[in-house]
């Protein structure tokens, strides 16, 4: 049997993952994020409650169909955010969500790019419902998949 080769940061986030979305119809988002890797079928949902008056990320659900990678990265990235304005949780890079969590195997950095392409997803989103497309950074963020291109 091979070892497992991950921090015990990204054991304990996939073995017990925060901030999982359980009930999607119970939780009304400012800002609603989803892509994914055609290549590794990792898929994420991203959504985050925003106080207004602050731009302040309040809360941050999420729900993620990937490997442990992926499901630990998101993890950790819904507890960074929280508190977070919005300008400097757009600013995270797989680089900040991998050192979070310690490391990553080189193989499965991918997965934590994903996170934070929902994230900026869902910051877009909150964007472009309470009329601030001029803030919106990027509408790639919106695409399912990039993968391809």
Known sequence: MTDWAYTDKVKKHFQDPQNILEDESSFKEDGKGMVGNIKCGDQMLMLIKVDKAKEII???????????????????????????????????????????????PEHKIHCSVLGDKALRAAIDDYYRRNGMKNRIKTEKARTICQCMN
């Open 58 to 104: 309040t809360d941050c659900k999420w729900k993620t169909y990937g490997c442990a990678s992926a499901i630990a990265s998101t993890s950790v990235l819904s507890e960074m955010v929280k508190g977070m304005n919005l300008e400097d949780a757009y600013k995270l890079s797989p680089k900040d969500v991998t050192k979070a969590l310690g490391t990553l």
